[in-house]
């Protein structure tokens, strides 16, 4: 089972950084943006838009008395043949 998850976190980190999000690659953005809404749908989503920018504040409870957070972005910048992979 530890394995499964191992791989499915590699799996779907990878696929994230095949997204091409750089300035004004909007498409990219958001096809990034709803992968990661697809994964996580079975947690409480909130989606808000900041300065134009769209934001996600997914938690598995209503409850807005949160112990951990983690923050992320999913902007980057442009790398010169670059190819993801594993090193494990």
Do not use: G, Q, W
Not at 70 to 78: G, I, K, R, S, T
Request: proline residues 2%; hydrophobic residues 35%.
């Amino acid at each position: 089972m530890k394995d499964k998850i191992l791989n499915e976190i590699v799996n779907n980190t990878i696929k994230l950084m095949k997204y091409k999000t750089i300035k004004n690659e909007y498409n990219e953005f958001d096809k990034a943006y709803n992968f990661i809404k697809s994964k996580l749908e079975k947690y409480n989503i909130n989606e808000y838009i900041i300065n134009n920018y769209k934001n996600l504040v997914i938690s598995n409870t209503n409850d807005k008395n949160l112990d951990i957070i983690f923050c992320a972005h999913l902007d980057v910048v442009p790398a010169n043949n670059y190819m993801p992979r594993c090193l494990r």
